[in-house]
């Protein structure tokens, strides 16, 4: 798999799928994985505990909108869901990966932090409600 579009919607299809250890194959060892107002993870060995969710009861939806690829660079616009039992969020992501070899060397999510936690918020919510 060489296609750098097939390489990153391949990665998250795993994580949604909750194989996490095809989506860290897919992974360069010195991946750089960057996000929104949070540390920059660096190496495949720091990204098996974040991307080991389904282990942690942790599910991950993906719904892309938007997929374009132009060489070893794609851009995606998105919909990430975050869910752990009753609890739900979801929100907007634009990611800019870099691919090189078949594996993604760098990560780079965008998103507002602001919608993150009010979309946490109402995911709280309705947990708390559903009850």
């Keep these: 798999m060489t296609d750098a579009g097939t390489v990153v919607r391949a990665c998250l299809d795993a994580l949604e799928a909750g194989d996490s250890t095809t989506a860290l194959a897919l992974l360069d060892p ?52 975050l869910t752990y039992r009753r609890f739900r969020t979801e929100f907007w992501v634009c990611g800019t990966f870099e691919v090189r070899d078949g594996r993604i060397v760098v990560w780079d999510d965008h998103f507002s932090m602001t919608n993150f936690v009010g979309a946490s918020v109402r995911g709280l919510v309705r947990a708390v409600v559903a009850r």
């Design 30 to 81: 010195d991946v750089e994985w960057r996000n929104s107002g949070l540390p920059t993870l660096r190496g495949r060995r720091a990204h098996r505990a974040l991307l080991d969710m389904a282990k942690r009861g942790i599910g991950f939806e993906v719904r892309f909108h938007h997929l374009a690829a132009d060489g070893p660079v794609v851009l995606t616009d998105r919909t990430d869901v």
